[in-house]
């Protein structure tokens, strides 16, 4: 059974930063894509970062793009997201997600890819107040 376990969200004021944990097991990791996405209230769900889980390729939203940092630990089966410079419009709840095993092996765009993350995580809670 495939689980994400996402920690370290909090409160912050603006400018501060955070740095999530997104842990996961019962998972093949390699050749997978992991991603960030987040939902605030009233608003659709927003892919934030993504990456490549046997290579280096990652996607940002250009919301994040110079702000956030999506990196990985193989040997831990763990996926982080560096969040620095945080704005009061990135508070949200943040979930990890993932791809069906093998999914990223293919050649396949980003867009194309966050349409089809398939594992979720139950979510961590962000908030950056002004």
Known sequence: QVQLVESGGGSVQ???SLRLSCAASGYTYSSNCMGWFR????KEREGVAAIYTSG???YYA???KGRFTISQDNAKNTVYLQ???LKPEDTAMYYCAA???GYCRGARTWPVVL???VYWGQGTQVTVSS
Do not use: E, H, K
């Not at 939902?39 to 009233?42: D, E, F, L």
């Open 115 to 117: 349409r089809n993350f």
């Open 62 to 64: 250009d919301s994040v």
């Open 99 to 101: 791809t069906a095993a």
């Open 56 to 58: 280096f390729s990652t």
């Open 39 to 42: 939902q605030a209230p009233g």
């Open 14 to 16: 603006a400018g501060g």
């Open 83 to 85: 969040m620095n410079s």
